[in-house]
């Protein structure tokens, strides 16, 4: 974007105030004016400093993406395990609140990691949601819920912290898994990719075009019901669609290791597509990891 800078007027420029304001500057009487002058100037070259950014007091790329961190509040948008990885203030306050709850995802340090995922996952099903890692509406609801359990306590992180959830075991990085996606799943599929690598940065998985593929393992995720005996249909996510998947991989026939997956009605909003690709990854890592076979290593 085209940088914003002194004498500029507008609406972009009023943004900035908002959020520097939001981030306790004092922009004098005139407040959020939509003028980049003096004021502004001295609030966007302090953040600048504040955020070991060049103090230009420019607003180009780099210092609009720290304000925009710096400024996210709990609740604002979806929370999930993805790469790269999701970061801002809102997630230092869920690092924070889940840490001073009993729940330990590690550093407070901002970024959404599968160790902060595994701290929601854990605090969802200990207050009856679903255990999906991803932060929504009720997940922040019930965190809110709570903030005068947490809001007094120290965030600091455990001396210790458990093991990272399954998906993060060696069946990402030691078996060679593609998913074959037809046009109305490649989303799916993507996501089912992206959330593997976020676990585990050296994962072998990938997506490939339909009769593509020749892998340990082969997970064909199609929306035309193919009518066969080895298919796992997808009614809704959750740790039933888990366990059915796991079964499905721990028992793939080595000669023709693949799992076909229906997918009755991909176009889903972000919060369940995201929930659908959880459901599916831990399934097939747990299938892995419970079938020890040679062939799939």
Request: with cysteine; aromatic share 4%; glycine share 12%.
């Amino acid at each position: 974007m085209r940088p914003i800078r002194e004498g500029d007027r507008g609406a972009a420029v009023e943004d900035v105030q908002r959020r520097l304001i939001t981030l306790g500057a004092d922009l004098g009487p005139t407040g959020v004016d939509g003028v980049f002058y003096g004021a502004t100037l001295a609030a966007v070259r302090a953040f600048q400093h504040a955020r070991g950014l060049d103090e230009d007091g420019e607003v180009g790329d780099h210092t609009w993406a720290a304000l925009v961190d710096a400024t996210f509040s709990l609740g604002d948008r979806l929370l999930y395990l993805r790469h790269p990885y999701l970061h801002g203030a809102d997630v230092r306050a869920l690092q924070g609140a889940m840490n001073a709850l009993g729940f330990a995802c590690g550093a407070v340090d901002g970024i959404f990691g599968a160790f902060t995922e595994g701290a929601v996952r854990d605090f969802q099903a200990n207050t009856g949601l679903g255990a999906d890692g991803i932060v929504g509406l009720e997940t922040v609801r019930a965190i809110e819920g709570l903030r005068h359990v947490w809001s007094d306590r120290p965030s600091l992180p455990p001396v210790e912290l458990r093991a990272a959830p399954a998906r993060s075991a060696a069946v990402l990085r030691h078996t060679e898994v593609v998913l074959v996606a037809d046009s109305a799943s490649c989303a799916l599929a993507d996501r089912i990719v992206n959330l593997a690598h976020a676990s585990e940065p050296a994962a072998r998985m990938s997506v490939a075009n339909p009769g593509g593929g020749s892998a340990a393992l082969v997970i064909e995720l199609t929306t035309t019901s193919p009518g066969q005996s080895r298919t796992v249909a997808v009614r809704e996510g959750g740790e039933a669609l888990s366990r059915r998947l796991a079964v499905a991989v721990a028992s793939v026939d080595p000669a023709d290791p693949r799992v076909i997956v229906y997918v009755d009605d991909p176009s889903a909003d972000e919060h369940s597509l995201q929930s659908l690709a959880v459901s599916l990854i831990d399934g097939l890592c747990l299938g892995l990891a419970g079938r020890g076979s040679p062939v799939l290593q």
